[in-house]
């Protein structure tokens, strides 16, 4: 079926106003111990990583997990700015390590404004909101893994950027009325497919938009119209329909409900739209929970490696992950609690009230683990003096603690363990210890955050190379030891 036609002759700039969405609607109408280690490092002790220099910087080359992803329920997933990425064609294009992290700010500033709004909880609420566009909505950044699914009859390869903290999945939409980014696969048409169909204005599901993207819907010749804007600026503008999505040849999903873009700009590095895995009842997770029971995991990998997204209990990877409890919320975010971090084996001074202000969620699109301010003043001073042996060097953006390690082939370095709650520990990869900008600043690859109650975030970084587990059904978030390879 295709989409209505809609004027294109109409300008769109008030898209990026303060009343975004309004304006565009009145437009359409008018028309635990043992972790197995990444590649390039070696452990001496359960104390310290000796770490190849070279395994921290950018490679050309790819080098593809061991484990199989091509079985049902099961996607191969990869970093998007990687050498396993075929959206990674042109290195110039790429963003700096700066920009990713002034973008990572960015997301994580909305992040935190959302929480805020949702509890009233974080400190600076105004401060914040000022950093992020107006009537924003679901404001998140947009993150940094793809998978590829099948969507519509018969289907097409769509690369969609993986993304935990959001709920609604998109995809941009040929006719393109006002505009489409540049992506690596052709736009998808729906007037091509045999399964495709707008949901009208007065249903139930287009209510559900309201709560999947913190936005009234729209509507245009009967059609219930999306909006959604995020923390960097980018946005989606479509309809609101139901299309076939598949994830493998035996998981085959009919009518599931998505965003058909007519109108996206930012910064989606080619992807040709976002998998929303949050807990609303538009996610991927709640409209694929009567064949996967809500459970799913995944294994993020190193730039130049490739991991997997596979869905239900029967495909998880890890054979023995050690669960911690999801902290029970009604926001689609996962949060759960952190109660301790050990530095080289030694539990760091850091009082319990500390994690408990603040509140953690896990985040796949967050590039940098954020800290209450406590917290990470305790890891960077024992971090520093760990590292007496390496010259500090100036910032880089977000992260504080960086060295000049341009004389050195190996650097060694203290273990990071995280304590969460029923004593579940996770040793951290040594690659989610440090976040190289470049070889004459490698940087502790964590950030403080502004105010004491802001929420914290476990970010991808620090999820490098674990199979990390979500049981929402169970209420519980499990950490294992098989890894990407």
């Not at 994690?355 to 305790?378: C, E, H, M, N, Q």
Request: charged share 15%; aromatic share 10%; hydrophobic share 30%.
């Amino acid at each position: 079926m295709a989409t209505p036609i809609l004027n294109s002759s109409i300008s769109f700039s008030s898209v990026l106003s303060s009343v975004f969405l309004a304006s565009f609607f009145s437009i359409l109408c008018f028309s635990n111990e043992g972790y197995a280690l990444g590649g390039g490092e070696s452990l001496d002790s359960h104390r310290r990583h000796t770490v190849q220099i070279s395994s921290l910087l950018p490679s050309s080359v790819c080098s593809s997990s061991t484990k199989d992803s091509s079985k049902k329920g099961s996607l191969k997933l990869v970093h998007k700015h990687g050498a396993c990425s075929s959206l990674n064609q042109d290195q110039a294009s790429a963003p700096t390590a700066t920009q990713i992290l002034s973008r990572d700010q960015s997301r994580v500033h909305s992040i935190q404004y959302r929480v805020g709004l949702d509890t009233g909880k974080n400190d600076n609420l105004e401060g914040r909101k000022s950093s992020i566009p107006a009537k924003s909505g679901r404001t998140i950044g947009s993150g940094n893994y793809i998978v590829t699914v099948g969507l519509g009859t018969p289907k097409k390869d769509q690369s969609l950027i993986f993304d935990t903290g959001s709920d609604l999945t998109w995809a941009q939409c040929q006719p393109c009325v006002r505009s489409c980014y540049d992506q690596q696969e052709p736009i998808f048409n729906p007037s091509t497919s045999k399964s495709y169909k707008n949901i009208s204005c007065g249903s139930t599901q287009c209510s559900l938009l309201t709560s999947a993207t913190g936005n009234n819907p729209g509507c245009s010749t009967s059609t219930c119209v999306y909006g959604i804007q995020y923390g960097d600026s980018s946005f989606s503008v479509g309809y609101f329909a139901t299309e076939t999505l598949t994830l493998s040849i035996s998981d085959v999903f009919p009518n599931f409900l998505f965003g058909c873009g007519q109108n996206n700009q930012g910064l989606f590095g080619g992807a040709a739209g976002l998998l929303g895995l949050g807990r609303d009842q538009l996610s991927l997770v709640s409209q694929t929970a009567s064949k996967f029971g809500k459970y799913f995991s995944y294994c993020l990998p190193t730039p130049s490696s490739t991991g997997y997204l596979s869905f239900g209990k029967s495909e998880a990877k890890s054979s023995s992950p050690k669960f911690t409890p999801f902290v029970p919320t009604s926001q689609s975010f996962y949060y759960f609690d952190i109660t301790g971090i050990k530095l080289g084996g030694s539990t760091l001074s850091i009082s319990q009230t500390v994690f408990k202000t603040a509140s953690s969620i896990i985040d796949s699109g967050t590039v940098i683990t954020r800290l209450p301010p406590a917290a990470y003043s305790a890891l960077k001073t024992s971090f520093r003096q760990a590292m007496t042996k390496y010259a500090l060097t100036s910032s880089a953006s977000i992260l504080d603690t960086c060295y000049d390690l341009s004389n050195y082939t190996s650097v060694s370095i203290p273990t990071v363990t995280f304590v969460l709650g029923g004593g579940v520990e996770v040793p951290l990869d040594a690659q989610g210890i440090l976040y190289a900008v470049k070889v004459s600043q490698v940087c502790l690859a964590f950030a403080g955050n502004s105010g004491a109650s802001d929420v914290g975030i476990f970010g991808n970084v620090q999820q490098q190379t674990l199979d990390v587990v979500y049981d929402v059904a169970g209420g519980k978030l499990g950490f294992g030891t098989g890894g990407c390879s």
